[in-house]
Nanobody
């Protein structure tokens, strides 16, 4: 699975961004998808995840109510809508894919994901 993130950039606090991650190479609808992020000097952390059909989602506590993950299996793309952005959201955001088969599971552990994009920088100014 090849993943390429886009949509990052510089935004003021309180603003919004929408990240996109089109996938290619495999049957997208068999893969659970997630977004992770890594700030300078910090470990990569789970942000949001969505099951293969889109029926289940999960979020980190720090982004609940502000971020929304979605997917369009017809377009082989996963999205992350980020609203009410804060300076502490500044990080490189990564898209990740995990083969799910028939399971409707959202995996939050980094080590469960085999496929990763190259990342897109999100910078929120105060």
């Amino acid at each position: 699975v090849q993943l390429v993130e886009s949509g990052g950039g510089l935004v003021q606090a309180g603003g919004s961004l929408r990240l996109s991650c089109p996938a290619s190479g495999r049957t997208f609808s068999l893969y659970a998808m997630s977004w992770f992020r890594q700030a300078p000097g910090k470990e990569r952390e789970f942000v949001a995840g969505i099951s293969r059909s889109g029926g289940s989602t999960d979020y980190a506590e720090s982004v609940k109510g502000r971020f929304t993950i979605s997917r369009d299996n017809a377009k082989n793309t996963v999205y992350l809508q980020m609203n009410s952005l804060k300076p502490e959201d500044t990080a490189v955001y990564y898209c990740a894919a995990r083969f799910s088969g028939v399971q409707e599971k959202v995996a939050v552990a980094l080590l469960e994901y085999r496929y990763w994009g190259q990342g897109t920088q999100v910078t929120v100014s105060s």
